[in-house]
């Protein structure tokens, strides 16, 4: 059986629309985007860390739009992440069927029952980079098997977040953590039953 991780670049307040470049996803009015930007230009530890998680076997889960951004870019640019091409790419999307890059495979009908079909199965786990849609699927049924999140210290109170209308309660436990030079927080996590309650 093979997890789900998800590994996202997230605000203090928890938005991870548009992380990488100003026009990556403008949508509803969206006019931070490239947020994350001058954290790496002056921080090597941090991408260090992505270094050396984009190195880690790995298939990817996508929605469509995220699918389409890496579309665009990573056939050409492989060299920055050896084995994306070559990796099986499962995109959620009710437009796309088909597309020409390598190793692409699309779920249109019963979504939560195909990748719950795609979890029982022995293979390489799936990662799942932005696709903000499908990650609220992912939580409301709880599918997810693990965080790994970049905390930037900054908040932008508006944008597409994390956490939003598909989150159930649900607990956690940290695994590791980091903190780089430029103050993101760098936290994995992984599920850990139900949520407790007590009095204090």
């Given at each position: 059986?093979?997890?789900?991780?998800?590994?996202?670049?997230i605000?203090?307040?928890?938005?991870?629309?548009?992380?990488?470049?100003?026009?990556?996803?403008?949508?509803?009015?969206?006019k931070?985007?490239?947020?994350?930007?001058p954290?790496?230009?002056?921080?090597?530890?941090?991408?260090?860390?992505?270094?050396?998680?984009?190195?880690?076997?790995?298939?990817?889960?996508?929605?469509?739009?995220?699918?389409?951004?890496f579309?665009?870019?990573?056939?050409?640019?492989?060299?920055?992440?050896?084995?994306?091409?070559?990796?099986?790419?499962?995109?959620?999307?009710?437009?796309?069927?088909?597309?020409?890059?390598?190793?692409?495979?699309?779920?249109?009908?019963?979504?939560?029952e195909?990748?719950?079909?795609?979890?029982?199965?022995?293979?390489?786990?799936?990662?799942?980079?932005?696709?903000?849609?499908?990650?609220?699927?992912?939580?409301?049924?709880?599918?997810?098997?693990?965080?790994?999140?970049?905390?930037?210290?900054i908040?932008?109170?508006?944008?597409?977040?994390?956490?939003?209308?598909?989150?159930?309660?649900?607990?956690?436990?940290?695994?590791?953590?980091?903190?780089?030079?430029?103050?993101?927080?760098?936290?994995?996590?992984?599920?850990?039953?139900?949520?407790?309650?007590?009095?204090?």
């Amino acid at each position: 059986m093979r997890k789900i991780i998800v590994i996202e670049f997230i605000t203090l307040d928890g938005v991870m629309q548009a992380p990488g470049e100003s026009k990556e996803d403008a949508s509803e009015g969206f006019k931070y985007g490239g947020w994350m930007g001058p954290y790496f230009q002056n921080d090597k530890f941090l991408g260090k860390v992505m270094e050396d998680q984009m190195k880690q076997p790995f298939n990817l889960l996508l929605g469509r739009k995220t699918f389409e951004i890496f579309a665009s870019y990573w056939p050409q640019n492989e060299s920055r992440w050896p084995g994306i091409n070559e990796a099986y790419k499962f995109v959620v999307s009710n437009t796309l069927t088909k597309h020409d890059w390598k190793n692409s495979i699309f779920i249109k009908n019963d979504v939560v029952e195909e990748i719950q079909k795609l979890k029982k199965q022995n293979g390489i786990d799936l990662q799942v980079w932005g696709s903000s849609k499908l990650i609220q699927t992912l939580l409301q049924h709880d599918l997810v098997d693990e965080l790994w999140l970049k905390i930037f210290p900054i908040t932008i109170g508006t944008g597409k977040r994390l956490f939003a209308e598909g989150t159930l309660p649900a607990a956690f436990k940290l695994t590791d953590s980091k903190v780089s030079q430029s103050g993101v927080i760098i936290a994995t996590y992984k599920r850990d039953g139900e949520v407790t309650v007590g009095s204090f």
